[in-house]
């Protein structure tokens, strides 16, 4: 979706916003409180945007540390995959921008250990460190830090499928000059070869 044609969809529903970037990075504001409230490091300079993370489309969201970018920023990066804001027991939007923000605050260097764990469970995330969940107290916490920036201005993107080439494609060549070019099986049964630019007729291979 282009940002013109999702700004008509979220300005229909009465938004705040109208990109997934502008929500995000108000909704990472507005869940300060959940760090403030446990004495955590302040904020870094940080930027959300929505995007498959490095590394293929399986991942749901990513923290590249700031010595990574070019103005030392922290980039956050939240699947388009995700649509629904919370989701208990399993992963959404907000749930995975919290666990990325977890890793801009405490650092990369802790990985899923130490810092990043300790600050994770004390916020209300649990399960593995590595694919965090929400219960419900924290779900509702979420849904409450941001009430006021009404909906996401999104539509889940299903992974790409590529379809595989079912038509087998033919080689001609011309003898004289040597260029090349594929043609289907059916139309070389039905119109034969081309002629080559050159004048010389071409050859199937």
Same mark, same amino acid.
């Given at each position: 979706m282009t ?15 109208t990109t997934?970037?502008?929500w995000l ?13 446990q004495?955590a490091q ?13 590394g ?7 923290a ?5 970018s070019?103005d030392? #920023?922290a =980039? ?5 995959? /995700? @649509?629904?804001?919370?989701?208990? $027991? ?8 919290v ?10 260097e802790a990985?899923?250990k ?6 994770a469970?004390a ?8 694919a965090t969940? #929400?219960? =419900?107290?924290?779900a509702?916490?979420l /849904? @409450?830090?941001?009430?006021a920036? $009404?909906?996401y201005?999104?539509a889940q993107?299903?992974?790409?499928t590529?379809?595989?080439?079912t038509t087998?494609?033919k080689l001609?060549?011309?003898?004289s000059?040597g ?10 049964e039905?119109v034969?070869?081309? #002629?080559c630019g050159?004048?010389t007729?071409?050859?199937a291979q």
């Amino acid at each position: 979706m282009t940002k013109t044609q999702e700004a008509p969809r979220a300005a229909e529903k009465g938004a705040k916003f109208t990109t997934r970037e502008e929500w995000l990075n108000a909704a990472a504001q507005a869940v300060r409180p959940l760090f403030d409230e446990q004495g955590a490091q302040p904020y870094p300079k940080f930027r959300v945007s929505c995007g498959f993370p490095k590394g293929g489309r399986g991942a749901i969201g990513q923290a590249w540390t700031p010595s990574a970018s070019g103005d030392a #920023t922290a =980039e956050l990066f939240i699947s388009p995959k /995700l @649509e629904e804001l919370v989701k208990v $027991g399993s992963a959404g939007v907000l749930d995975v921008l919290v666990h990325e923000l977890i890793h801009a605050v405490v650092g990369n260097e802790a990985g899923h250990k130490g810092p990043f764990r300790k600050l994770a469970k004390a916020i209300g995330l649990q399960g593995k460190m590595t694919a965090t969940v #929400t219960d =419900e107290a924290l779900a509702n916490r979420l /849904l @409450e830090l941001t009430a006021a920036l $009404g909906p996401y201005p999104h539509a889940q993107l299903s992974s790409l499928t590529v379809t595989k080439q079912t038509t087998r494609m033919k080689l001609c060549q011309c003898d004289s000059c040597g260029c090349k070019l594929r043609m289907t099986q059916k139309w070389l049964e039905e119109v034969g070869p081309p #002629t080559c630019g050159c004048g010389t007729q071409m050859e199937a291979q």
